[in-house]
T-cell receptor, first 112, second 113 residues
Framework: TQLLEQSPQFLSIQEGENLTVYCNSSSVFSSLQWYRQEPGEGPVLLVT?????EVKKLKRLTFQFGDARKDSSLHITAAQTGDTGLYLCAGPPTSGTYKYIFGTGTRLKVLA | EAQVTQNPRYLITVTGKKLTVTCSQNMNHEYMSWYRQDPGLGLRQIYYSMNVEVTDKGDVPEGYKVSRKEKRNFPLILESPSPNQTSLYFC????????????FGNGTRLTVT
């Protein structure tokens, strides 16, 4: 069974600080997706990482896919209050299944 | 605008009173799925559908039913709701191609008393 564990579970920081969220698995994934869920809304895709070692940047957010494609990280530089939300990593369905695998989530609160 | 629409957004009901949460997508996606989200347990899949008339159980299907008579609609039915089904529910859809994302609705917060 494929599992994705995220750390930390909760994070409360001041505006302007940097932070990193981790998504780890013992299984290899063909790609990993990161979603952000804001209060009262459904998760929205931020990025998909596909190649081992890949780094993708989305403004102040930097996503990295591990070389072995078993882990990923999300780094936020100079966090803003608008970054507050639940961050989820997710793996796509493997061949023969139709289940996305979701991480346990990291709830981020950025204080003004 | 491409979207997944769920209704209602909020629902309070009593134990045993049948209810249906509707889900509709306008992106012609083959794949649709229902999740429940509970504190500390993350997103758990209830049922999914690969296409019209093709559905299968997810990780927590007990107490739920679904149907997929049309490609765009995937209602979630609770025949006899119980308090342990109090949760935040999300419908999602996708093209089910490699690397395509799930598109989520805005959620239905259900309270069963």
């Amino acid at each position: 069974t494929q599992l994705l564990e995220q750390s930390p579970q909760f994070l409360s920081i001041q505006e302007g600080e940097n932070l990193t969220v981790y998504c780890n698995s013992s299984s290899v994934f063909s790609s990993l997706q990161w979603y952000r869920q804001e209060p009262g809304e459904g998760p929205v895709l931020l990025v998909t990482v596909v190649t081992g070692g890949e780094v993708k940047k989305l403004k102040r957010l930097t996503f990295q896919f591990g070389d072995a494609r078993k882990d990923s990280s999300l780094h936020i530089t100079a966090a803003q209050t608008g970054d507050t939300g639940l961050y989820l990593c997710a793996g796509p369905p493997t061949s023969g299944t139709y289940k996305y695998i979701f991480g346990t989530g990291t709830r981020l609160k950025v204080l003004a | 605008e491409a979207q997944v629409t769920q209704n209602p957004r909020y629902l309070i009901t009593v134990t045993g009173k049948k209810l249906t949460v509707t889900c509709s997508q306008n992106m012609n996606h083959e794949y649709m799925s229902w999740y429940r989200q509970d504190p500390g347990l993350g997103l758990r899949q209830i049922y999914y559908s690969m296409n019209v008339e093709v559905t299968d159980k997810g990780d927590v299907p007990e107490g739920y039913k679904v149907s997929r008579k049309e490609k765009r609609n995937f209602p979630l039915i609770l025949e006899s709701p119980s308090p342990n089904q109090t949760s935040l529910y999300f419908c999602a859809s996708s093209l089910m191609r490699e690397q395509t994302p799930l598109h989520f609705g805005n959620g239905t917060r259900l309270t069963v008393t």
